[in-house]
């Protein structure tokens, strides 16, 4: 496995790669790797010949300087796990590389009001940071597919918008969430839980397969969007330190808001929990 930190080495190196007739894949991350990555890594294996992992921690897609800080920079660690999955490139580029303009204003991307709700609210100008280094690093890497993670679902909508709206030569593959035995989506803040609020942190998810149960069941239960928020927001504060920043029930295409429950088809109901000071972000999809 190659480690690269220069676009032009990255470059030099795939560009042979493409002439030997390999595709690439290409699994874009912040590093604090886990199951879930892997996850990605192994499918990106599967798919093509030759598998590249970004780590960067894209300083302009957070708005909060102490979650930016805070976040977990484990590169021994990754590095291991990553050999063992058998990727052939980590391309882990200094912050000056990705933006050496540093003070030039970012380009505002068209994303037909998908970067409004949920996250939007709460982390305005998350996403346009998320599309500019995407972008980015799809200029850099020129992938045949790139491998996107179902628990950032919002993020995953924005970047196949992104990309057929700008033509993107790449074919952006969505992957189920990874949970730890309990139900906890694996993410990479969870390490920062202490062990009481990893107890209760399960019930993020236990709560939203009851939500599922009653979106199936909501006709006959006779339950409206707006109640089952409600009652998904009571039942995640029952459990303190848990406490609900957002829920929301949307269209899982347009992720716009339902008037009605229809059964279940195409929702997805999405939240973020604070979980004592770390923030958690978790959604189940219906068909
Ligand atoms: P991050 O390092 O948090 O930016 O995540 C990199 C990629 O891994 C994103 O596409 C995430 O959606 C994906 N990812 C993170 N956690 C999980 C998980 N538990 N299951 C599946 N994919 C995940």
Same mark, same amino acid.
């Given at each position: ?35 879930? /990555? ?9 798919? =093509? ?49 990705? +933006?050496?303009?540093? =003070?030039?204003? &970012? ?27 995407? /972008? ?54 969870? &390490? ?12 993020? +998810? ?16 006779? &339950? ?64």
């Amino acid at each position: 496995m190659t480690v690269t930190q220069s676009i032009g080495a990255t470059q030099e190196l795939l560009n042979l790669k493409r002439k030997e007739g390999s595709s690439i894949g290409f699994v874009p991350t912040m590093g604090a790797l886990h199951k879930g /990555h892997l996850s990605l890594i192994r499918r990106a294996k599967a798919e =093509n010949d030759f598998v590249v992992c970004s780590i960067f921690v894209n300083p302009i897609q957070f708005n909060n300087k102490e979650d930016l800080e805070k976040y977990p920079r484990t590169f021994d660690a990754d590095y291991k796990l990553l050999e063992d999955e058998g990727c052939d490139l980590i391309f882990a580029p200094e912050v000056d590389e990705i +933006y050496p303009n540093n =003070n030039e204003p &970012i380009p505002v991307y068209a994303l037909n009001g998908l970067d409004k709700p949920m996250e939007g609210v709460f982390r305005p100008g998350h996403f346009q940071g998320v599309c500019v280094v995407v /972008h980015k690093l799809f200029n850099i890497i020129k992938p045949n597919r790139a491998y996107f993670g179902d628990k950032d679902f919002q993020q995953l909508a924005i970047i196949r918008h992104m990309k057929k709206n700008l033509n993107l030569d790449v074919e952006i593959v969505g992957c189920a969430i990874v949970r730890e035995e309990d139900g906890l989506a694996m993410s990479s803040r969870n &390490i920062r839980l202490s062990t009481s609020e990893r107890q209760i942190a399960p019930m993020i +998810y236990k709560t939203l397969l009851q939500a599922k149960h009653k979106i199936e069941t909501s006709t006959e239960i006779n &339950i409206t969007p707006k109640q089952l928020k409600q009652w998904v927001s009571d039942q995640i504060s029952s459990y303190p330190p848990l406490k609900p920043e957002y829920i929301e029930i949307v269209n899982k295409n347009t992720l716009q808001p339902v008037n009605d429950l229809n059964g279940g088809k195409d929702l997805i109901v999405c939240m973020a929990v604070y979980d004592g000071s770390v923030r958690l972000i978790d959604n189940i999809v219906l068909f």
